[in-house]
């Protein structure tokens, strides 16, 4: 009788999105209990934009329209659209070969390249974890400023810092020189033009640079930074060797990654709320 309950319940949900005339954007499989649109499901549920998963004790298989797939771990809970899922607790593996992001404490992860995966871990303390496990990804703050190029086996971590300016820069990197233009390239592979003076003489060199930081005014251009100071790293010491902190995001990068969503396969208790 429960299992007849539920079953009405969910397909009273998917008849009321119909009603509104809400299109399937995927499906939804677990091997235990899980909630979409706070309704318990067993096995499998439609997805429709805006839907929120949430698992409990085994994870569930997301499939998406044009070939998305994404894994969320146990206790993780999401919302998802049809060109991102908004992940608020726990971690998710998304494995994509078109622009379908994950955004994460207002940042946005977006593979660089077709067939790629990638895990989004939801940390204590307003922290993000992004390891790529194939291809390469992209993470930009809320103001559209690249942060990280996150190659196969790193993970770059991300804590949010209270009272940062959304354009302040403070960071390492290699100062290099290309037809009259300055620009900063930093240990997580993201290169952001520089203007200031005297900058020629670090051409070559590791630095560190505080100042502000201003999104590309072209599609794709990279960011500009306006740099306040600007000192040779070895005479600011070995703290800042790859620390990069932007609009109030410390991103720290890792290598030597291993991650995989743990697949369930005890069955599970109910989903929390």
Not at 39 to 56: C, P
Request: charged share 15%; net charge positive.
């Amino acid at each position: 009788m429960l299992r007849k309950l539920q079953a009405v319940a969910v397909l009273l949900c998917m008849l009321s999105y119909a009603a509104a005339g809400t299109v399937s954007i995927g499906t939804a499989s677990a091997r235990g209990d899980m909630r979409v649109d706070s309704y318990m499901v067993k096995g499998n549920a439609t997805l429709f934009d805006g839907s929120v998963v949430e698992t409990g004790q085994a994870t569930a298989n997301l499939r998406l329209n044009k070939g998305t797939e994404i894994t969320m771990a146990t206790s993780s809970r999401g919302t998802l659209y049809r060109d991102r899922l908004v992940l608020q607790q726990g971690e998710s593996q998304l494995a994509a070969s078109s622009s379908y992001q994950i955004e994460a404490n207002g940042l946005r992860v977006t593979a660089s390249e077709p067939n790629s995966r990638v895990v989004v871990s939801m940390k204590p303390g307003k922290t993000v974890e992004v390891a790529a496990l194939n291809g390469s990804f992209g993470v930009m703050n809320d103001h559209g400023i690249l942060l990280a190029n996150i190659r196969p086996g790193r993970s770059v971590s991300f804590a949010m810092q209270a009272g940062g300016t959304p354009t302040s820069f403070q960071g390492v990197g290699i100062v290099s020189s290309e037809n009259g233009h300055y620009y900063l390239t930093t240990a997580e592979n993201v290169k952001y033009e520089i203007t200031g003076n005297n900058l020629q003489k670090y051409v070559g060199t590791k630095v560190v640079v505080s100042g502000t930081v201003q999104a590309g005014a072209a599609s794709g251009a990279a960011a500009v930074i306006t740099v306040s100071s600007i000192a040779i790293n070895a005479a600011v010491g070995a703290t800042l060797t790859s620390v990069l902190i932007i609009g109030g995001v410390i991103a720290g990068g890792g290598v030597g990654v291993g991650y995989a969503v743990y697949d369930a396969t005890q069955p599970s208790s109910p989903a929390s709320r």
